[in-house]
């Protein structure tokens, strides 16, 4: 069983469960969250209820929620360190859930970009999960009391809120929730598409070559980083006006460890076609290495049943603490609780 240290702050965060990763994710997010996991006390969720808000084909579902653990493993987070489970799993999310929708205000959550974004895109199916997706999250943090959060831009606003309401909640009914705060990740650099080194590489951009999968083969990434677009000039310098050769520095020495200067200086005089052969395998040695591991963890089923389980026995055991509180300071009768 994972051993929390009282004298360490918790970071909690949550991991959807998509398919395909690309370097971009794995560089800014999941390597980042292995890379805590010493310091801090890391909490990670697979939130699977977070992504029925768009519709989903169940098996699929099902299936991405595994290999997102056994991918994050394969990354280097160790679950002897970290708690590590399924959303779904800890009913208590759901139950924290629903306290908070009734101090959170309809005009906030009409206010986040992420569901104005999300409505555009789903008009279909704007459902009630969709509005309330920030309520959820705010739970998910507030549950476990968790002092950091590692987030990206697009989920700074949801922080935010969860904050508000965190706060709200204790100024109604005395002191509960810690006020989670951002954690800025100091070594992620935005890692742009390879097409277009002026836009982030995303995979919903239909063009495959401006993004690498963390399932690529090592043919399919030497082959990207090849035709991958480059400024005018020959030099392997990093500089605001020429956004393509920086990109590409920026992978090499996040893969490499090296820093941008040493990787300067590493490849004066060669040109674009050396760096670029050299990105590629770098690059390539890491995915390949991740290949691996995943393989080998999703290989042992009954391994990953029994890592699952754990976590959620763990998450569980600290977020049973804070419904009962919680239940008890709104007001919900108790057979049990002390008179
Ligand atoms: N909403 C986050 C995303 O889409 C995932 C998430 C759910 C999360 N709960 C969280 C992230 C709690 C941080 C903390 O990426």
């Known amino acids: 069983m994972v051993q929390f240290s009282k004298d360490k702050k918790t970071i909690f965060s949550g991991a959807q469960p998509t398919g395909n ?3 971009g994710n794995y560089l800014g997010a999941l390597r980042n969250w292995a890379l805590l996991q010493n310091d801090y006390n890391c909490i990670y969720c697979v939130v699977d209820m977070h992504a029925i808000t768009v519709r989903q084909v169940p098996a699929e579902l099902r299936k991405r929620s595994l290999e997102t653990l056994a991918r994050y493993m394969a990354c280097g987070i ?5 708690i590590f489970f399924i959303q ?4 208590e999310h759901a139950q924290l859930s629903w306290v908070l929708n009734c101090s959170t205000m309809f005009g906030e959550l009409s206010r986040m970009t992420q569901f104005k974004d999300k409505t555009a895109r789903h008009a279909d199916n704007v459902n009630a999960g969709l509005f309330t997706y ?18 990206g831009d697009d989920q700074k606003q949801h922080l935010e809120l969860a904050r508000d309401v965190a706060g709200r909640f204790n ?11 951002p ?13 277009d ?8 951009d239909t063009n495959t070559q401006s993004w690498v999968s963390l399932l690529d083969t090592r043919d399919d990434i030497i082959k990207k980083f090849k035709r991958a677009v480059t400024d005018s000039g020959s030099e392997i310098r990093a500089d605001a006006e020429r956004p393509g050769i920086t990109n590409l520095i920026n992978i090499y020495s996040s893969f490499s460890g090296k820093s941008v200067e040493e990787t300067e200086k590493e490849f004066e005089g060669k040109g674009y076609g050396d760096f670029k052969a050299a990105v590629g395998e770098v690059c390539a040695d890491a995915l390949g290495k991740i290949r691996e591991n995943f393989d080998s963890f999703m290989n042992d089923r009954a391994q990953l049943d029994r890592i699952i389980t754990e976590g959620a026995q763990a998450a569980e055991a600290i977020a049973r603490k804070t419904i009962s509180k919680v239940y008890r300071k709104i007001g919900f009768y108790s057979p049990e609780a002390k008179k």
Not at 134 to 151: F, G
Not at 171 to 181: C, G, I, N, R, V
Not at 197 to 204: A, I, N
Request: glycine share 0%; charged share 20%; net charge positive.
């Open 21 to 23: 990763l690309h370097i």
């Open 78 to 82: 160790d679950p002897e360190k970290v």
């Open 88 to 91: 779904s799993h800890v009913p």
């Open 134 to 151: 920030p309520v959820l999250m705010a739970a998910d943090i507030l549950l476990y009391n968790a002092d950091l959060v590692p987030v």
């Open 171 to 181: 100024a109604a009914y005395s002191p509960t929730f810690t006020l989670p705060e």
């Open 183 to 195: 954690y800025i990740l100091k070594t992620s650099s935005r890692i742009m598409s390879l097409t």
């Open 197 to 204: 080194p002026t836009k982030k590489m995303s995979k919903s």
